[in-house]
């Protein structure tokens, strides 16, 4: 018997220190690395952002019409995701791009903290430590620091509170309608919500045969009510559907369709869960399969929702499957770690990539009497110049310049110089500051008009040759 007893001890010792092992690895180690590297940076729209959170700090207003550019000064813009541009903002201010960085590494650690202690008691060690590297997989292309990371916290968070409600045969606490409500003012994504809620609420109020669905029905518009408490009001609320109707939308990277071409890595993960699920012959709730459905669908037409999908799916599923659950270390392990590996993280310095979203050796060779003239320039240059202070002719907020700018800059980016020339005169355009080898480039480069005065492997900058349209001091060398 003591014998027994001492192997039971020391399985049990061995599995504790592989949990340990295992919460250690993919609730630090792992989101750690992933907010280190330099690509988190990889987008030009990090600089605008930031730029918007460092305006709204100092105005202490959110701005109801743009303050950067000199094409669109004074058109509407409506700030979706003021609450996180302030996040950033404000960690800019404090550690430059270490304090981004610390940022993302403290949206990583939470959404796998929570889906770990979520897992951890309906799932393996093997089945939780798969669907986080899964999850990590399909999310690395879309770790940036930009507003849509601080969300999925709430996204994991959400689910996970539904699906515990749903366990335990009660409506969610009240309390829960304050994520909707920090969603709403983080990202216009808030009302992917909806369908999570409705799904999960039904496959409860299944079991229950609809007794508790006053409970759900008080905890829904709870939620609706904490969702309509934007800052922007009735123009936030719209802005979702509005984006969804631009024509822009096939420019625009994120918003194209999936293919398995350009991300491999989704449509591994999705066969190998689809695999999982027929293998072990898995029976799921009809709310949770036409959710999972729902939110397939969506990213297989749109690149950017396959986050919102694999985060749901790693809370869904794998509770699903029936794995034997494991011991791992409690919560509260979770922030004694964190804090000391954030403030890491803020004080290690971290440099982006030079490239086309952080152009710095060109923005440093813009002379300082062009700084203030009109200038026509790459699309992703458009937030790196707002961070330095130069009023761009675009950005990446092409919802805010509208269909017929944007299609209209693309005619001219692929080469339309004859349109190009009429945008100089209408605007006064001094200088260019475009991607190196464009068309519009060489174009430039072959032009009498313009002098090529910078070039590296990122960007090329151009001076208009016509002195005399410009006045005294402008340098028309």
Known sequence: MKGAAQTAHLAFDRDSAV???LFVVLVFVLPFAIASSPTIFNDGDVSWHVAAGQWIVAHWTIPTTDPFSFTAAGRPWVVTEWLADVILGSAYRIADYSGLATIVAAAMMALHGLIFFFLRRRAGPLAFAATLLAMDFVLIPFTLARPHVLVWPLVAGWTILLLKADEEGRAPPLWGALIPLLWTNLHGSF???????????????QKTRWRDWRSWALFALASAIGALLNANGLRGLLRPF???NLALLPLVQEWQPSTIQWMPQFYAVLAIALFALLYKGTRIPIGRLLLLLVLAGMAFNEVRHQSWFIIVAACVVPPLLGTEPSQTPTARWLAYAAIPLLAVRALWPVVPAENGANPRHAIAAIPPNLRGQPLFNGYTFGGPLILAGIRP?????ADMYG??????????IDGDIGRFDEVVRQYGIRWTMLPAGSTLTRAL???????RTYADRVGVIHIRRNRAAFGPGSDGR
Not at 192 to 203: H, K, N, R, Y
């Open 19 to 21: 949990n340990a092992l």
């Open 191 to 205: 009302l992917i919500a909806a369908p999570i809620g409705a799904a999960i609420a039904f496959d409860a109020l």
């Open 242 to 244: 509005e984006m969804e």
């Open 393 to 397: 002719y675009i950005d990446g907020r």
């Open 403 to 412: 269909d017929a700018f944007v299609l209209d800059y693309s005619r001219i």
């Open 445 to 451: 480069d072959r032009s009498p008009e313009w002098k």
